[in-house]
Structure formats: structure tokens, C-alpha cells
């Protein structure tokens, strides 16, 4: 348990560090946005993590996998196209094995963690806060372990018809065709 004075410690009966609370609200960041789509999520419980997977988003076909990762050290108006994360060799092995399509999720936070939510007379607010996402695909990792997410790609609730195009292309790959 982090110390009471630590700077970071909001709260004297605090449990979770500022690495663990910036993976819980990724992860709350993402729900909001399931439920806002009215679609159904999944996550992964705590330590049964064996597919580097967060959570999946679930639509009546089947789900979609997702990875989240939190973090302040990026910034939502910063600099470049693409915001970077390193992938593990574990991770690439597991979502190369994955027959849905499978996205990575970068959430963006404010580095001090009493400034994520503002609470007021008109409510409840998530503040500088983002998403951004990427599709993972099997040659994604060719010759690097860098995963690049396009900031122009935030998640937002149109993105969830986008996840669900993908996943109904996985099993008709080529609609066109059919139509001819």
C-alpha cells in the first residue's frame, strides 16, 4: 500500500499505486464508451490475463479483443502522427494466435491523477482525457515491436461500428463478390 505521503496518495486508505490506478481508469475510460454504444464488455479478471487481453467488446456475432494502456506520459496535443508503445514478445506471440480481430488502446491521462475527474453542481466530468487506437494485424510486428497508434484514430463512440465492420468482414472477407 502506497504511503500516506507519498505524493500521489490521494486518499489514507489507498491501495492501488498511480500505475495501477492509471490501468483502472483505461479500463473505466473504455466501459464508459461500451455502454455509452450499448455494447457488451467483458474484462478480463485479475490474473487471468494469459491472452494480453483487457477486455472483449461484444456484439451479437461474436467479440473483439482489446489491450489498454494508460498513460501521462504522452500528451493528447502532442507532437507526431503516432503515439508508440513497445509490445512484448509475449504479447505479439499471444494476439498473432487470435482468429477475431484483436485492437491496441493507448488512454491518455493528465500525469496528476486528483485531475482526471472534475466533480461540480453540473455533474461528473472525465477531463484531458483520450483514447486512441490501432488494429492489430498478424504482420504488424514485422521487424519491430513497436506498436503505432495514429493520433487522427481516437476512440470515440463511432469507432464501435468500425470494431463491428471489422469483425463482420473476419467471416465474409469479400462482400463484393457476392454481389457480382
Known amino acids: 500500500m502506497p504511503s500516506p505521503t507519498e505524493p500521489e496518495a490521494l486518499l489514507p486508505f489507498q491501495q492501488l499505486d498511480l500505475n495501477a490506478r492509471k490501468g483502472r481508469f483505461g479500463i473505466v475510460y473504455m466501459r464508459a464508451i461500451a455502454g455509452q454504444a450499448g455494447c457488451g464488455f467483458n474484462e478480463t479478471p485479475s490474473g487471468e490475463d494469459t491472452l494480453a487481453i483487457d477486455y472483449s467488446l461484444e456484439f451479437p456475432e461474436g467479440p473483439v479483443r482489446v489491450q489498454v494502456k ?16 513497445s509490445a512484448e514478445d509475449k504479447w505479439i506471440e499471444k494476439w498473432s494466435r487470435c482468429m477475431v480481430p484483436v485492437y491496441f488502446v493507448i488512454v491518455v491521462v493528465p500525469s496528476v491523477s486528483d485531475s482526471w475527474l472534475t466533480h461540480d453542481l453540473a455533474g ?17 510486428f514485422e521487424g519491430t515491436k513497436t506498436i503505432k497508434v495514429p493520433r487522427i484514430q481516437r476512440v470515440t463512440l463511432e469507432t464501435i461500428p468500425t470494431w463491428h465492420a471489422d469483425l463482420l468482414a473476419m467471416y465474409d472477407p469479400t462482400p463484393e463478390e457476392d454481389a457480382a
Open 70 to 85: 494508460t498513460t501521462a506520459a504522452q500528451a493528447i496535443d502532442g507532437d507526431g502522427e503516432f503515439l508508440t508503445f
Open 124 to 140: 461528473t466530468q472525465m477531463v484531458r482525457t483520450a483514447a486512441y487506437w490501432a488494429r492489430l494485424m498478424p504482420d504488424s
